[in-house]
C-alpha cells in the first residue's frame, strides 16, 4: 500500500497538484530491518530513523509510550511534510509529537491526531517487531 501525501504552496495558499509525495513500494523480502535498540527510545520520547529500502529513503518515527515502542511514517497526514523541525529532533511535550509544518498534534501511543489541521486522522504505522532488545521494521 503506498500512502499519498500531497505539498501545498503556503505562499500562494493552494495545492500544487504537480508536488505528491509517494511513499514507495518496499519488496517483502528486505524485511526485517533494524530500526534501533529498545534503549535508544525513552520512556515518553520519539525518535527519527531514516533507512534506504530497495534504493528509496524512507524516514520513520520510532516512540515508546508505556513501555511499549510504536513506530510510525515521518508525514504528517495533512500535508505530506515531515513531523521534525530538524532531521530527527521533533517537538514533543506530554507524548504529543507536534508537526513542526502546521502545528498537529499527534498521540505518540496511537498516532492520532488530537488537534490541527489533520484532527481525527492518524498517522501512518509500520510494522515492527523487538527481538533481543532490538527495533525489527518487518513492513510499510
Not at 53 to 73: K, N, R
Not at 83 to 101: M, S
Request: aromatic share 6%; with cysteine; proline share 4%.
Amino acid at each position: 500500500m503506498a500512502i499519498l501525501a500531497r505539498s501545498y504552496n503556503l505562499a500562494f495558499h493552494h495545492e500544487v497538484d504537480d508536488a505528491v509525495t509517494q511513499v514507495p513500494e518496499v519488496a517483502d523480502s528486505v524485511f526485517p530491518v533494524h530500526l534501533c535498540a529498545v534503549e535508544d527510545v525513552a520512556e515518553g520520547a520519539a525518535i527519527g530513523i531514516e533507512k534506504e529500502l530497495s534504493g528509496e529513503q524512507h524516514a520513520f518515527i520510532v516512540t515508546c509510550a508505556d513501555g511499549q515502542i510504536h513506530a510510525y511514517h515521518n508525514v504528517c497526514p495533512h500535508a505530506g511534510r515531515r513531523l521534525d523541525w530538524a532531521p530527527g529532533r521533533f517537538l514533543l511535550k506530554d507524548r504529543v509529537l507536534v508537526c513542526a509544518a502546521h502545528g498537529a498534534s499527534f498521540r505518540i501511543e496511537s498516532g492520532l491526531c488530537t488537534g490541527g489541521p489533520c484532527q481525527g486522522d492518524h498517522l501512518a504505522r509500520v510494522g515492527i517487531e523487538i527481538e533481543n532488545d532490538e527495533v525489527l521494521l518487518t513492513g510499510l
